[in-house]
């Protein structure tokens, strides 16, 4: 990033306000606002360019290399049947060769005899799904505002049969960065605010319906768990809210509208502090609204402004169990050309803070 792009960067700090006041979507649609993004009218890559080869060497430093390091998977395990929005779907079948199945197998058998002198027997499977289910990582032109896009990207200008002609996943490429986790439910039980959280009969707390994380949340977590440094340009923030535990407990309300999460506000407190990506432990990022055509808000929002990512499903309670509240972030896009989302899992790199 240019000297230049970081100055206006900064004074763009000076000049947002931390409210909910709704943008002015007729002139953003217009390409009179928001337009060209913070790192230029040819960006493609948004708060991913914070993400720099000084910035990937400082986020491992965090690691003491004398100590054991934990991997872990910020990623929900698909399954048929994944609860997921309207006809998303996961589906995956088995496609084998050289051995019979048993008896009730759906799949797709090529032969059930082995092939050639080294009786060759296989499996693979077949899938059909959508990359914007599950855990996924939204494109910086998943959602817009009347036709317009990121950057001044207008969908009628680059969207093709197969997907875009800009802003795909192929543009983006791997990060290897600073997480932070905002363990919000984590502080809430552990300060007894029960008007805020319920448990289910499974004994796994969660944050109420509904409930709203806010700027005070997000500054007094970090504060409770002792973060070293404030959130900054290409971290990674995650916000655990324990609401993955509905996807087996109740997919339906899983599904529902009445998630946790935070509003413009927030988005706007966190975006211009530049971090890669935003990801919640939920299947829709932002607070469920009143007004079912204002829910989208922080999917516009946070994208066309600030160049920031929306992560989805990004579950965080490995991390929470092990106090691990810096950590190293890993994600490599699905390198798809076009795509608009990716569901590649997440990898964390931590050390708990106490013994296994």
Same mark, same amino acid.
């Given at each position: 990033?240019?000297?230049?792009?970081?100055?206006?960067?900064?004074?763009?700090?000076?000049?947002?306000?931390?409210?909910?006041?709704?943008?002015? $979507?007729?002139?953003? =649609?217009?390409?009179?606002?928001?337009?060209?993004?913070?790192?230029?009218?040819?960006?493609?890559?948004?708060?991913?360019?914070?993400?720099?080869?000084?910035?990937?060497?400082?986020?491992?430093?965090? /690691?003491?290399?004398?100590?054991?390091? @934990?991997?872990?998977?910020?990623? !929900?395990?698909?399954?048929?049947?994944?609860?997921?929005? &309207?006809?998303?779907?996961?589906?995956?079948?088995?496609?084998?060769?050289?051995?019979?199945?048993? !008896?009730?197998?759906?799949?797709?058998?090529?032969?059930?005899?082995?092939?050639?002198?080294?009786?060759?027997?296989?499996? %693979?499977?077949?899938?059909?799904?959508?990359?914007?289910?599950?855990? @996924?990582?939204?494109?910086?032109?998943?959602?817009?505002?009347?036709?317009?896009?990121?950057?001044?990207?207008?969908?009628?200008?680059?969207?093709?049969?197969?997907?875009?002609? @800009?802003?795909?996943?192929?543009?983006?490429?791997?990060?290897?960065?600073?997480? +932070?986790?905002? *363990?919000?439910?984590?502080? @809430? +039980?552990?300060?007894? +605010?029960? =008007?805020?959280? %319920?448990?289910?009969?499974?004994?796994?707390?969660?944050?109420?319906?509904?409930?709203?994380?806010?700027?005070?949340?997000? %500054?007094?977590?970090?504060?409770? %768990?002792?973060?070293?440094?404030?959130?900054?340009?290409?971290?990674?923030?995650? /916000?655990?809210?324990?609401?993955?535990?509905?996807?087996?407990?109740?997919?339906?309300?899983?599904?529902?509208?009445?998630?946790?999460?935070?509003?413009?506000?927030?988005?706007?407190?966190?975006?211009?502090?530049?971090? =890669?990506?935003?990801?919640?432990? #939920?299947?829709?990022?932002?607070?469920?609204?009143? *007004?079912?055509?204002?829910?989208?808000?922080?999917?516009?929002?946070?994208?066309?402004?600030?160049?920031?990512?929306?992560?989805?499903?990004?579950?965080?309670?490995?991390? $929470?169990?092990?106090? #691990?509240?810096?950590?190293?972030?890993?994600?490599?896009?699905?390198?798809?050309?076009? $795509?608009?989302?990716?569901? $590649?899992?997440?990898? =964390?790199? &931590?050390?708990?803070?106490?013994? *296994?």
């Amino acid at each position: 990033m240019s000297a230049e792009t970081s100055a206006t960067c900064s004074r763009d700090v000076d000049q947002i306000r931390f409210d909910d006041e709704f943008f002015d $979507a007729p002139a953003i =649609a217009a390409g009179s606002a928001w337009v060209p993004g913070p790192y230029g009218p040819d960006d493609e890559r948004g708060t991913f360019n914070e993400v720099t080869p000084v910035t990937t060497a400082r986020a491992l430093a965090m /690691l003491d290399l004398r100590r054991p390091v @934990k991997t872990y998977n910020l990623s !929900e395990t698909l399954f048929n049947g994944f609860p997921a929005f &309207g006809d998303r779907s996961y589906d995956q079948t088995l496609y084998i060769t050289g051995f019979a199945p048993s !008896e009730g197998f759906e799949g797709t058998v090529s032969t059930p005899d082995a092939i050639g002198p080294s009786l060759i027997c296989s499996m %693979e499977e077949r899938v059909r799904l959508t990359y914007n289910m599950g855990t @996924k990582i939204n494109g910086l032109h998943h959602v817009g505002i009347g036709g317009m896009f990121y950057n001044g990207s207008r969908g009628s200008e680059i969207a093709r049969t197969w997907g875009t002609t @800009k802003l795909g996943n192929e543009a983006q490429g791997p990060i290897v960065t600073r997480g +932070v986790l905002v *363990d919000v439910l984590g502080y @809430k +039980v552990a300060v007894g +605010v029960t =008007a805020d959280y %319920e448990t289910l009969p499974n004994g796994q707390p969660l944050l109420r319906d509904a409930y709203r994380i806010t700027v005070e949340d997000i %500054e007094t977590v970090l504060e409770w %768990e002792g973060v070293s440094a404030p959130i900054g340009p290409g971290d990674v923030v995650l /916000l655990r809210t324990g609401w993955r535990q509905l996807i087996t407990a109740d997919p339906e309300r899983y599904l529902s509208m009445r998630q946790p999460g935070i509003f413009l506000r927030e988005c706007r407190y966190l975006g211009v502090r530049r971090p =890669a990506i935003i990801g919640v432990d #939920v299947w829709y990022f932002g607070q469920a609204r009143e *007004d079912a055509n204002n829910t989208m808000m922080c999917h516009q929002e946070l994208p066309m402004r600030f160049g920031v990512r929306v992560g989805e499903g990004v579950p965080s309670d490995a991390l $929470a169990d092990d106090r #691990v509240y810096e950590f190293v972030f890993i994600y490599n896009p699905t390198n798809a050309k076009g $795509a608009i989302s990716g569901n $590649a899992p997440p990898v =964390a790199l &931590g050390q708990p803070s106490h013994p *296994d």
